[in-house]
Nanobody, 124 residues
Framework: QVQLVESGGGLVQAGGSLRLSCAASGRTFSSYAMGWFRQAPGKEREFVAAISWRGISKYYADSVKGRFTISRDNAKNTVYLQMNSLKPEDTAVYYC?????????????????WGRGTQVTVSS
C-alpha cells in the first residue's frame, strides 16, 4: 500500500516558479514509476510528466516541455515537479500518481495510487 500526499501548490504570477512535492508512504515507493497529472476547471485530467522507478527515464507533455522538470529521491520517498515560466493556462489541481511506466504515460486510469492533489493558480 502506498499513500501519496502532494504539497507546494499556491498562487504565483505568470513567469514565476513553484516546486511541487509528492511524499509517499510505504517501503515499495522505489519500485513504482511516478507521474504528475493536472486537471483544470471544466477540463479532463491530463498527463504532465513521468519518471521511471530509478529516475533514468523521463517524459513530458508537449505543453510543459522545457519549463517543467520531474525528479525523484527514493531515499526520501518523494517525487518533485519543478515548474518554471508558469503561464495562466498551467492553473489546475496537480496530482501525483504511482504505477507502471505504461499506466503513467498511456493508461492513467489504471494507475495504482493517486494523491488528493494540490492547487496551482497562475495569475496574469
Amino acid at each position: 500500500q502506498v499513500q501519496l500526499v502532494e504539497s507546494g501548490g499556491g498562487l504565483v504570477q505568470a513567469g514565476g516558479s513553484l516546486r511541487l512535492s509528492c511524499a509517499a508512504s510505504g517501503r515499495t515507493f522505489s519500485s513504482y514509476a511516478m507521474g504528475w497529472f493536472r486537471q483544470a476547471p471544466g477540463k479532463e485530467r491530463e498527463f504532465v510528466a513521468a519518471i521511471s522507478w530509478r529516475g533514468i527515464s523521463k517524459y513530458y507533455a508537449d505543453s510543459v516541455k522545457g519549463r517543467f522538470t520531474i525528479s525523484r529521491d527514493n531515499a526520501k520517498n518523494t517525487v518533485y515537479l519543478q515548474m518554471n515560466s508558469l503561464k495562466p493556462e498551467d492553473t489546475a489541481v496537480y496530482y501525483c500518481a504511482a504505477g507502471s511506466w505504461e499506466t503513467i504515460t498511456t493508461m492513467p486510469t489504471l494507475n495504482d495510487y493517486w494523491g488528493r492533489g494540490t492547487q496551482v493558480t497562475v495569475s496574469s
